[in-house]
């Protein structure tokens, strides 16, 4: 057990819907970290939060969005669904947002989109 | 761009073979590496990492990575493995682009390990 936390693990929906995923990261962590993981693109970073702000974006489609609030608990929410979204999507959190602080991922929510 | 290559998709072993995973990346500068590992239905745990120093890196369970900077490489190595070691092995990178850590990965290696 990593520390994170991630809700829900699995979640069923429809094309052209939203949805939202949490993650908590461990207790004492500021930073938070969501990674995509589908068959054909591999571990793909998302976004960076720390201490409530953005830090850094990666391959974050504008149909999705992400905050960090303030008791750290951040959500990852993906809009306007699309068959493609299809993948297990990780939350990892680390004490600092400097890469010398290891992350620890959390289990995922497989994300299914029909 | 940095980016992160696994040469082998899918390894099959018999156990007490050895294991030796590549990975290579693109970035010319300081690097830092990790190797990860997730274990079915589990999450990413981190098995070594590089920063600086020794470039022979040991970590859990018997895992250790060579940094070889001329070659741009990082690979995995366990001189015996076990039926527990069956799990999926990703090679990172840490994002060089300003001091966030945010991960590179590679598409990640399946082991297979026989009884």
């Known amino acids: 057990d990593s520390g994170v936390t991630q809700t829900p693990k699995h979640l069923i929906t429809a094309t052209g819907q939203r949805v939202t995923l949490r993650c908590s990261p461990r207790?004492?962590?500021?930073?938070v970290y969501w990674y995509q993981q589908s068959l054909d693109q591999g571990l793909q970073f998302l976004i960076q939060?720390?201490?409530?702000?953005?830090?850094a974006k990666g391959n974050i489609l504008e149909r999705f969005s992400a905050q960090q609030f303030p008791d750290l608990h951040s959500e990852l929410n993906l809009s306007s669904l699309e068959l493609g979204d299809s993948a297990l999507y990780f939350c990892?959190?680390?004490?600092?947002?400097?890469?010398?602080?290891?992350?620890?991922f959390g289990p995922g929510t497989r994300l299914t989109v029909l | 761009a940095q980016s992160v290559s696994q040469h082998n998709h899918h390894v099959i072993l018999s156990e007490a073979a050895s294991l030796e995973l590549g990975c290579n990346y693109s970035?010319?500068?300081?690097?830092?590496l990790f190797w990860y590992v997730q274990y079915p239905g589990q999450h990413l745990q981190l098995l070594l990492k590089y920063f600086s120093g020794d470039p022979l890196v040991k970590g859990i369970k018997g895992f250790e990575a060579e940094f070889i900077k001329s070659k741009f490489s990082f690979n995995l190595r366990k001189p015996s493995v076990q039926w527990s070691d069956t799990a999926e092995y990703f090679c990172?990178?840490?994002?060089?682009?300003?001091?966030?850590?945010?991960?590179?990965f590679g598409k990640g290696t399946k082991l297979s390990v026989k009884p």
């Open positions: 939060y720390y201490n409530g702000e953005e830090r």
């Open positions: 207790s004492g962590d500021l930073s």
């Open positions: 990172a990178v840490a994002n060089y682009g300003g001091s966030q850590g945010n991960l590179i």
């Open positions: 990892a959190s680390s004490l600092r947002d400097s890469k010398v602080y290891e992350q620890f």
């Open positions: 970035y010319g500068g300081t690097v830092n």
